[in-house]
């Protein structure tokens, strides 16, 4: 239970408190798209075809089982884009410039990030405005991470300097071993407030679902996963209310209303940015302070 079950359920959830919600399918793999009931068409138009510019966002656009959740699909052709715009100019802004159309139609958009730092990642870590980042309580994901906000800095200095961390989330995470409450203690020390008070406990539910192509709350509604999902999309939904404490991470405007949120998984991110550093003006994350991977 890593990236694509949270980008799923999470933006199943935003969309059963009755708020638009886009989820993007930017991994070749199609997860995403299939766990949504989805099943593979090379015909149907997908993001490979809306970051080629041969489809607008909104002709991609597919309804969903929910009333407020729309999904733009992916397909395996889509590993193809990142041979076939190696030498486009601005080939870093092409999904961001294709879902411009759709910003104001949707409170939050929910791009779910392949698991390794290419271009088709890229162009979604600058077509957000924030990061989510699910992990889980191990130490294999306390090593990824360190990776992770290093690409992210790479990412602002040199592509988008508005992006910041919305938060992170720790998923399969079972508090009755003393490693994840170790886990969870440092990432609370290092991130303080952006560590999300909700976890997501393993739960049979959540692993089940995908193969039933619906997100948790609407196969079981009453499992444990599908609760967290919930409490989780109310907690996000309320640090963008008016009057909540700003970020510490990025001064930057973060994921509200029509703000897309890029779900990036702290243990996959293993490649350097190819993001060129310029001279951008941006707030440095705390590099100073390291997290302790002793646990």
């Known amino acids: 239970m890593g990236k694509t ?30 766990g949504l009931g989805f099943v593979k068409d090379p015909d149907r138009i997908s993001s ?9 966002a909104e002709e991609s656009l597919r309804t969903t089982e929910l009333e407020q959740l ?5 397909h395996k052709n889509l590993i193809g884009a990142n041979l076939e715009l190696v030498d486009v100019a601005g080939r870093e802004f092409r999904m961001r410039q294709a879902l ?33 980042i699910p992990m889980q309580g191990e130490y294999f994901a306390l090593e990824g991470m360190s990776e992770l ?11 988008n300097p508005g992006l910041g961390i919305e938060a992170v989330v720790l998923t399969m995470f079972d508090e009755r071993t003393n490693l994840a409450q170790q886990v969870k203690a440092e990432l609370q ?11 997501v406990p393993r739960n049979i539910r959540l692993a089940e679902a995908p193969s039933h192509g619906k997100p948790a709350l609407v196969y ?9 999902y919930i409490r989780l999309a109310k907690e996000i939904i309320e640090r963008q209310a008016p009057g909540a404490r700003p970020s510490a991470v990025s001064q930057q405007p973060s994921a509200v209303s029509d703000q897309p949120v890029a779900a990036a998984e702290g243990v996959a991110e293993t490649a350097e940015a ?12 705390p590099a100073a302070k390291e997290m302790d991977k002793t646990a």
Not at 105 to 128: G, H, K, Q, S, Y
Not at 189 to 199: I, V, Y
Not at 220 to 228: C, L, Y
Request: glycine share 4%.
């Open 70 to 74: 729309w999904l733009i699909p992916s």
């Open 149 to 159: 906000l290093d690409t992210i800095e790479r990412i602002r200095a040199g592509l």
């Open 5 to 34: 079950t949270t980008a799923i359920n999470l933006a199943a959830s935003f969309a059963a408190a009755e708020v638009n919600t886009l989820l993007v399918d930017c991994d070749p793999q199609s997860n995403a798209t299939s």
């Open 189 to 199: 020390n290092f991130f303080g407030e952006k560590l999300c008070a909700t976890t």
């Open 48 to 56: 490979y075809h809306m970051i080629m510019g041969a489809a607008s």
């Open 100 to 132: 411009v159309p759709l910003r104001d139609r949707f409170e939050f958009i929910v791009l779910d990030c392949p698991p390794a730092l290419d271009l088709l990642t890229v162009n979604a870590l600058v077509a957000a405005d924030a990061v989510l």
């Open 274 to 285: 190819p993001a060129d550093q310029q001279g951008a003006t941006v707030e440095e994350l």
């Open 220 to 228: 079981d509604p009453r499992s444990k996963g599908a609760e967290s």
